[in-house]
């Protein structure tokens, strides 16, 4: 059975590092998307370098939670903090967007401000997901929705993945990420249900990455390929970000190796894909592949 596989990165457009590791990984290593940030200080950087490699797939990077807004601060004051960011705190954030009809009525008009900001770019739109996943809380969903139906976007991201197979094959242990990754499960029957209707989106099978958030290692990488368990699957990086942070203390240093970077350039890996059968493209390549697959 012929098998399928994106391998995106997380935050183009947060900085120029970001960025450039992003181009670097596409350009020489087995990167095929990009899901761009709205409000980050890069944004204009990163549509620049889009645009000079059509064969990347860019999506929207929907930021709700921790970074910048692409609205002024002063016009969204129910969803900002006192440092004129999104709210951090995502159990926070949940309950006063699902709760508070003010702070609905602002987080609506930024996510309509990032969708509208991404379409002025002229970028084929690829996919949308969400900064932290904060695209799945239901009543950021259903919005989403509506607006990639308004801007025709028909490519989602939800994280699936099996927590098992991450634990026995050397992946972090039991943690906050673990706990979301639940929640995301529960949310996921009820949350696909509203892609019904007349417009037809197209979900991977599996999406990989987010109980190994910034240590998608060499190592981890080559034993993921291996368990795939998806015909259409998602994997995804942050090359260019400073995971020190997620280490122990003794290893917390600011020249921390970039090891999402690493195996994005690593011919181990590149082979690993090979040798597993998985044809690579980006959001729209294993949409099309996958639907040809399926005809035969």
């Avoid at 308004?150 to 099996?162: A, C, F, L, N």
């Amino acid at each position: 059975m012929n098998r399928f596989l994106i391998i995106n990165a997380d935050d183009f457009g947060y900085s120029h590092t970001v960025n450039a590791a992003i181009q670097k990984a596409h350009r020489e290593g087995i990167l095929t998307s990009a899901s761009l940030m709205a409000g980050g200080q890069a944004f204009d950087e990163a549509v620049a370098m889009a645009q000079e490699m059509p064969s990347l797939g860019v999506g929207l990077h929907l930021t709700l939670t921790l970074d910048s807004p692409v609205l002024p601060p002063e016009t969204i004051p129910h969803i900002v903090t006192p440092k004129q960011v999104l709210e951090g705190d995502l159990f926070r954030a949940g309950v006063r967007y699902t709760f508070s009809k003010i702070a609905q009525k602002e987080l609506f008009a930024e996510m309509e401000a990032q969708f509208a900001r991404f379409a002025q770019t002229g970028l084929a739109w690829s996919h949308v997901d969400g900064h932290q996943h904060f695209h799945l809380p239901p009543v950021v969903w259903d919005e989403m929705v509506r607006l990639c139906k308004k801007y025709r976007v028909s490519r989602i991201r939800y994280p699936y993945e099996p927590i098992r197979a991450h634990l026995r094959s050397g992946g972090q242990g039991v943690n906050l990420d673990t706990v979301a990754a639940l929640i995301f499960r529960m949310l996921r029957k009820r949350n696909l249900s509203r892609l019904q209707g007349e417009t037809p989106f197209f979900v991977c099978d599996r999406v990989y990455g987010h109980l190994q958030t910034g240590q998608m290692n060499e190592e981890y990488v080559l034993r993921l390929l291996g368990r795939l368990e998806g015909t259409t699957n998602e994997i995804y990086f942050h090359p260019g970000a400073n995971h020190a942070h997620l280490l122990p203390p003794e290893e917390q240093t600011e020249t921390v190796k970039d090891v999402e970077l690493h195996a994005l350039l690593s011919p181990k890996v590149r082979h690993a894909i090979e040798s597993n059968g998985f044809q690579l493209g980006n959001y729209a390549q294993v949409e099309s592949m996958a639907k040809h697959h399926y005809q035969k």
